[in-house]
């Protein structure tokens, strides 16, 4: 029963988070980000469907992954987390040598949207061997 409705849950959640940075966005700038709130809206419309079609189509009660696929997996990510960790802190460690006492927000974006590339592809492979 947990394995059925965990996706409702999440699509909620996300759709909950969407409607909170709305009304926060609201609060601090006093203009209300009405595209934020229909695309979250729309996106959690959007994976509803995909979520009853996949469950509607699916015939059997097997698990999508097995323990061995479900402990790879923890392990990347533990180790793409650690490796992450070590980049940044290698990186500011050196920017301090350098003499720099203030990092760009967009080197930041960069190493943070590259871990979150990374990973995704790292998980794709492995749940696929």
Known sequence: MLEKWTPFFI????????????????????????????????????????????????KN?????????????????????????TIIFIAVAVLTLLGNESVSIFYLWIIFFSYIWVTAIGVFFIKRS
């Open 11 to 58: 699509i909620v959640c996300t759709f909950t988070g969407a409607v909170l940075s709305s009304f926060l966005f609201y609060y601090f700038q006093g203009e209300f980000p009405y595209e934020v709130f229909t695309g979250g809206f729309i996106a959690a419309i959007i994976l509803t469907v995909i979520q009853v079609v996949k469950q509607r189509s699916k």
């Open 61 to 85: 009660n097997l698990p999508e992954a097995d323990e061995r696929v479900i402990h790879n997996v923890f392990r990347f990510f533990s180790y793409a987390s650690h490796i992450a960790l």
